[in-house]
């Protein structure tokens, strides 16, 4: 059987990501199955891989694909039957038929790479669907186009929430060995991508410690909410924060980081904090990028500045074996 670490020659070539050698360590959910056809779509510099598989979501309804990297701890001996923190990665824009992620240009895997190594980030598994079930237009005054879903199960449309936390991380935990405690999950997201994944931590705290939110909207907008007022404030940020705040729990940690030429994204992000942040169970921190754009490019490296770390510190890494 090949093995997800074998060197590959060629692009589409299958995956088998491996199960460990046997029983979970503590805390561990070994991989459920039924084992996904992953295919290689692209290689770091250090041989780990980034592969792609179609779900078909079984809770959603929705198909789309996503991509897949598993640092190079996940094959070390020493980590054989323990699991590992997973990092959904959500791009900004339209987020279809790709994830930008997925690609090496913006180094999201390799940093991270490197981050675990100099002890700044835990070695996550990245974790990458796509968005939104099609294309769309970028022009949300036209009636007719900008539709967004928002990551969201807006009535009578894709449930891309479903999709994003329950179908997407059932893949995972059939593939993968995973932390059986929400200390083991997290969101990381730019743009569009940095809404949802805000979103998705403080509407499902149960299943979802910490996110980076890069440049992010702060409240829903999609036009396809029209008429579904009621669901869309259940997708609130500012309605879903001050909620958690009165349930005394559990505990997020909602990183922020915006550049400083993005005067309306940062006015968003701070008075976002300044109501709800470090209030009871909702924590926030907000990493100003100097010069920093809206843009993906700008989001990675400024994340190796306080916000990885940030998060880190707050989750559970792999356990290795004694």
């Known amino acids: 059987m090949l093995n997800f670490f074998d060197v590959f ?8 990501f491996g199960k460990g050698g046997g029983k979970g360590a503590a805390g561990t959910l070994m991989p459920t199955g039924p084992q996904a056809d992953f295919r290689v779509e692209n290689t770091l510099g250090d041989g780990t891989k980034i592969a792609r598989t179609t779900l078909h979501g079984k809770k959603s309804g929705f198909t789309g694909d996503v991509w897949v990297w598993a640092p190079e701890q996940y094959k070390d001996a020493k980590y054989a039957n323990s699991g590992f923190p997973v990092l959904i990665a959500l791009p900004g824009g339209a987020g279809y038929p790709r994830n930008y992620w997925m690609g090496t240009n913006l180094k999201l895997q390799s940093s991270i790479a490197q981050w675990s190594k100099e002890g700044k980030s835990l070695p ?3 974790v990458m669907p796509v968005l939104n079930p099609e294309n769309h237009d970028e022009d949300p005054k036209d009636p007719k186009l900008g ?7 807006i009535p009578g449309q894709p449930k891309m ?6 179908d997407v991380p059932d893949l995972v935990k059939a593939n993968f060995r995973t932390l059986t405690s929400r200390d083991g999950w997290a969101f990381m997201g730019s743009s569009t991508g940095g809404f949802a994944g805000l979103k998705s931590v403080l509407k499902n705290p149960d299943k979802f410690k910490a ?4 440049g992010p909207d702060i409240v829903p907008d999609s036009l396809l909410w029209n008429g579904h007022e009621k669901e869309k404030q259940e997708n609130n940020p500012e309605k879903l924060a001050p909620q958690l705040v009165a349930r005394k729990g559990p505990d997020v940690y909602l990183a922020f980081q915006v550049g400083t030429k993005e005067k309306k994204a940062m006015a968003a992000a701070k008075k976002f904090i300044a109501s709800y942040g470090n209030k009871g169970p909702v924590h ?5 990028i100097p010069d920093g754009e809206h843009n993906a490019a700008t ?5 190796g500045e306080g916000p990885i770390q940030w ?9 290795p074996a004694p």
Do not use: C, N
């Not at 929430?161 to 329950?166: F, M, R």
């Open 9 to 16: 020659s060629d692009k589409g070539d299958p995956v088998d």
């Open 161 to 166: 929430g479903t999709w994003l936390t329950e």
């Open 124 to 126: 996550f598994i990245v």
């Open 299 to 303: 989001y990675v490296p400024s994340m």
């Open 311 to 319: 998060i880190s510190q707050h989750m559970q890494g792999p356990t």
């Open 147 to 153: 539709r967004y879903w928002d990551g969201s199960d």
């Open 211 to 214: 996110v980076i939110a890069s």
């Open 284 to 288: 926030t921190m907000l990493r100003e």
